[in-house]
């Protein structure tokens, strides 16, 4: 298939934009490149552009004449978009209007959308389906919230089809090595605690040990960022196959708490860095863990890297290969 991919050039779209090519499919990605790497571009042609440049965006489309488009490009920082809704609101929601004003006027009609657990807010039962009430606690969930309903009613106006894939939360590395995060900023749980064995932080953080679970910390279901890419390129194969718009969760149905990440990130890396305990951070549910079972039954998904040290071990590979280059 001919795919155009934006955010292509981020942590999670390279990841699958090398899955996809490796699955054979021909790439088209658009990224501007703030947060993402022309490096990290394995497969295909990067054009480096903006959601909100509708007229390029146009033409990219118009010329490349995709079958489907994979939607990554967003801001993805619970904390920040307590702190900054306008944000997340212009380019998570407009511009994905624009994305698919753009498709609809080209004729494209399959998209898979890059959604979150953070959709859910604090949901009343775990494993949490995807029927259960969409209540999100902070902007950045919201925003991904009001993508999905847009293209919801889109589907039923015209002919259009979706998958939206609501991620839980994804780390770990390509264990090729050739991949992994590259933020300039880093925030999420595991990379930083790896950047602290390094030494790049003084101390890790444990925002919040008084919620309501068995150790008082945030309990996480991680999914290693190759098999949520597994994820994407079998959503591609059910889109074109059934042409049924879905909604799918994506995680392993098990959780771990910060301080269990902790610990493992320790006998992982063998460095007992500094850990302080603080008090919570804005907008964060107490526990997330997916039901995956209707990704599992509908596109026979079946992950190969359920192993939070697994996962840890190819981070901490991609940090060690981090240092000393340029990234
Ligand atoms: N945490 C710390 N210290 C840190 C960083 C994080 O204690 O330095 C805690 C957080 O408070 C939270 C947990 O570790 O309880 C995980 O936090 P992350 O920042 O790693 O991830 P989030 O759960 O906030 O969010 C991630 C993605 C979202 C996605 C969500 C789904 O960034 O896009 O997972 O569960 F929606």
């Known amino acids: 298939m001919k795919i155009v991919v934006t955010g292509g050039a981020g942590y999670i779209g390279s990841h699958v934009v090398k899955a996809l090519g490796k699955a054979g499919h021909d790439l088209l990605v658009y990224d ?22 509708k007229i390029l965006l ?8 995709p079958d489907a488009v994979i939607h990554f490009a967003a801001f993805i920082q619970v904390e920040e978009s307590v702190r900054e809704p306008l944000k997340y609101y212009r380019n998570n929601v407009s511009n994905t209007l624009n994305l698919l004003e753009v498709m609809v006027h080209n004729g494209v009609r399959n998209i898979i959308y890059s959604s ?30 009001m993508g999905e309903k847009i293209m919801a009613h889109l589907s039923e106006a015209a002919d259009f089809r979706y998958v939206a894939l609501r991620y839980f939360n994804v780390a770990g590395a390509d264990h090729e090595g050739e ?11 595991i990379t930083r605690a790896l950047k602290t064995a390094h030494g790049e932080f003084d101390r890790l953080s444990i925002f919040g040990t ?4 068995p150790d008082g910390t ?8 190759e098999d949520l890419a597994q994820a994407h390129v079998l959503a591609l194969h059910y889109l074109e196959k059934t042409g049924h718009s879905e909604v799918m969760n994506c995680g392993y149905g098990h959780g771990y708490s910060v301080r269990e990440v902790v610990e493992a990130a320790k006998k992982v890396t063998g460095i007992d860095f500094p850990v302080e305990e603080t008090c919570r951070r804005a907008g964060d549910s107490p526990a997330l863990i997916a039901d995956s079972g209707k990704l599992r039954s509908l596109t026979g998904w079946a992950p190969r890297h359920d192993d939070l040290e697994f996962i840890i071990r190819t981070a901490w590979e991609w940090e060690q290969k981090l240092r000393g280059s340029e990234i």
């Open 179 to 189: 991949l992994g995060q590259a933020y300039r900023e880093a925030t999420h749980l």
């Open 32 to 53: 501007n490149l703030s947060t993402g790497h022309s490096w990290a571009v394995l497969s295909g042609e990067l054009v480096r552009g903006d959601l909100a440049d």
């Open 116 to 145: 979150t657990a953070a959709v859910y807010g604090t949901p009343e039962k775990i494993p949490v389906t995807e029927t259960a009430p969409l209540e999100p606690l902070n902007p950045y969930g919201a925003s991904k919230v």
């Open 218 to 225: 945030c309990i996480r279901d991680y999914i290693h960022v």
């Open 58 to 65: 146009n033409d990219v489309m118009g010329n490349f004449r």
């Open 210 to 213: 008084d919620y309501p679970t």
